[in-house]
């Protein structure tokens, strides 16, 4: 060995870029928010998972691969649920990439387009793996702020995607906030990307806002564009997949799919997940029962905590942002003893805010309550 030569440690190996990455926050461990509070039964409401479970067709489809066993591995293409989704949205199967949920995708896409030093526009408040991602391969991101409404800011958009970024990140609707851009507001960003750039238009929660008539179809609005593109949405939302894991994209070309296709692991989507996807793609009437429920209780509940004096972003997703007045870290740990969990957001700018995912309406009764009493409390 080298005595001029500083001993190597696992520290020094890691690359700078990750070394400086902000961890994902999943939430509070269930188990140990039951063993703090003492309830019998914890409620989750911190993954924006569906509490109305899967369609019957789900459970038959997995129970006839589990009986088939499982020891070969999964089709490494997808090839029958690539199919029935380009059915369903009447685009080719090649034009369809598979991932393990849609962020599988989005670290595929950072994978494969991204140099150190590229630019990277999304917005904020955001979901994290848009700026983590991006800051893995070495790339800068700019987030947009939304205007003191929640609303979209047109002016900060084309002034952020001007300075030429390579990847866009647009949720619609946004996670964390819910908020939706309508047909006018999507069509002003779309035509202010550089064409330069790949823009990635993430609808994950895009079910529960396609009941709203002011709600622009991502892939209608992108279909006829001749520049580089690609739609993301999940089953793990309002298909109730989230256990299994199975998000897709659609992308402009094929040219996009085969990059995606060479940094992919080749069966990151196990047998499971893919005939489950199967099975809730053909279940629409279970589909539109979710959303039916989910939005009946985002407006009761959105509701009962303005009465209280919240302030609670109008939300077309499963989800609610909710200014608490004070530390949501305070407020996430109160509602940990009550047995309730909830995502304390730490964005700057937003401390106070916490995302709570609805539940059945007894669980966001329960909810409702106990952030009441806790917001009554003097905990600033």
């Given at each position: 060995?080298?005595?001029?030569?500083?001993?190597?440690?696992?520290?020094?190996?890691?690359?700078?870029?990750?070394?400086?990455?902000?961890?994902?926050?999943?939430?509070?461990?269930?188990?140990?928010?039951?063993?703090?509070?003492?309830?019998?039964?914890?409620?989750?409401?911190?993954?924006?998972?569906?509490?109305?479970?899967?369609?019957?067709?789900?459970?038959?489809?997995?129970?006839?691969?589990?009986?088939?066993?499982?020891?070969?591995?999964?089709?490494?293409?997808?090839?029958?649920?690539?199919?029935?989704?380009?059915?369903?949205?009447?685009?080719?199967?090649?034009?369809?990439?598979?991932?393990?949920?849609?962020?599988?995708?989005?670290?595929?896409?950072?994978?494969?387009?991204?140099?150190?030093?590229?630019?990277?526009?999304?917005?904020?408040?955001?979901?994290?793996?848009?700026?983590?991602?991006?800051?893995?391969?070495?790339?800068?991101?700019?987030?947009?702020?939304?205007?003191?409404?929640?609303?979209?800011?047109a002016a900060a958009w084309r002034d952020a995607l001007a300075a030429g970024p390579k990847l866009v990140f647009l949720a619609n609707p946004c996670n964390?906030?819910?908020?939706?851009?309508?047909?006018?507001?999507?069509?002003?960003?779309?035509?202010?990307?550089?064409?330069?750039?790949?823009?990635?238009?993430?609808?994950?929660?895009g079910e529960f806002a396609r009941t709203r008539p002011d709600y622009p179809d991502g892939l209608d609005a992108l279909r006829a564009l001749d520049r580089p593109w690609i739609v993301l949405r999940t089953f793990s939302k309002a298909y109730g997949l989230?256990?299994?894991?199975?998000?897709?994209?659609?992308?402009?070309?094929?040219?996009?799919?085969?990059?995606?296709?060479?940094?992919?692991?080749?069966?990151?989507?196990?047998?499971?997940?893919?005939?489950?996807?199967?099975?809730?793609?053909?279940?629409?009437?279970?589909?539109?029962?979710?959303?039916?429920?989910?939005?009946?209780?985002?407006?009761?509940?959105?509701?009962?905590?303005?009465?209280?004096?919240?302030?609670?972003?109008?939300?077309?997703?499963?989800?609610?942002?909710?200014?608490?007045?004070?530390?949501?870290?305070?407020?996430?740990?109160?509602?940990?003893?009550?047995?309730?969990?909830?995502?304390?957001?730490?964005?700057?700018?937003?401390?106070?805010?916490?995302?709570?995912?609805?539940?059945?309406?007894?669980?966001?009764?329960?909810?409702?309550?106990?952030?009441?009493?806790?917001?009554?409390?003097?905990?600033?």
């Amino acid at each position: 060995m080298n005595p001029t030569l500083a001993p190597v440690t696992s520290v020094s190996l890691i690359r700078g870029e990750v070394a400086g990455l902000p961890g994902y926050d999943p939430g509070a461990d269930p188990d140990e928010v039951a063993a703090l509070s003492g309830a019998g039964r914890v409620i989750k409401l911190s993954n924006n998972e569906n509490p109305y479970g899967t369609s019957p067709a789900v459970a038959e489809a997995v129970r006839a691969v589990l009986a088939g066993g499982v020891s070969r591995y999964p089709d490494p293409t997808g090839k029958r649920l690539a199919e029935a989704i380009g059915t369903s949205l009447d685009v080719p199967a090649e034009r369809v990439v598979l991932g393990n949920g849609s962020e599988n995708i989005l670290e595929l896409l950072c994978q494969a387009v991204l140099d150190a030093g590229d630019l990277v526009v999304t917005q904020t408040p955001g979901f994290s793996l848009h700026e983590i991602f991006p800051r893995v391969m070495g790339a800068r991101v700019h987030k947009v702020p939304v205007t003191a409404e929640f609303g979209f800011d047109a002016a900060a958009w084309r002034d952020a995607l001007a300075a030429g970024p390579k990847l866009v990140f647009l949720a619609n609707p946004c996670n964390p906030t819910g908020a939706m851009l309508d047909a006018g507001e999507l069509e002003q960003i779309v035509a202010a990307v550089p064409e330069s750039a790949l823009l990635v238009l993430d609808e994950a929660y895009g079910e529960f806002a396609r009941t709203r008539p002011d709600y622009p179809d991502g892939l209608d609005a992108l279909r006829a564009l001749d520049r580089p593109w690609i739609v993301l949405r999940t089953f793990s939302k309002a298909y109730g997949l989230a256990g299994v894991r199975v998000g897709y994209g659609i992308a402009s070309d094929t040219a996009l799919i085969q990059a995606l296709d060479r940094v992919r692991t080749p069966y990151n989507v196990n047998r499971p997940a893919q005939d489950a996807a199967v099975a809730a793609l053909g279940d629409r009437e279970h589909l539109a029962e979710t959303v039916r429920r989910t939005a009946l209780e985002i407006a009761r509940v959105t509701d009962r905590l303005r009465g209280a004096g919240l302030r609670v972003v109008p939300s077309s997703a499963n989800f609610l942002f909710i200014d608490t007045g004070r530390a949501s870290d305070r407020v996430a740990r109160e509602l940990h003893r009550a047995g309730i969990i909830v995502k304390a957001w730490r964005e700057p700018g937003y401390e106070t805010y916490i995302r709570a995912s609805l539940s059945t309406p007894g669980d966001n009764d329960v909810f409702v309550r106990c952030l009441m009493e806790i917001c009554a409390k003097d905990t600033t």
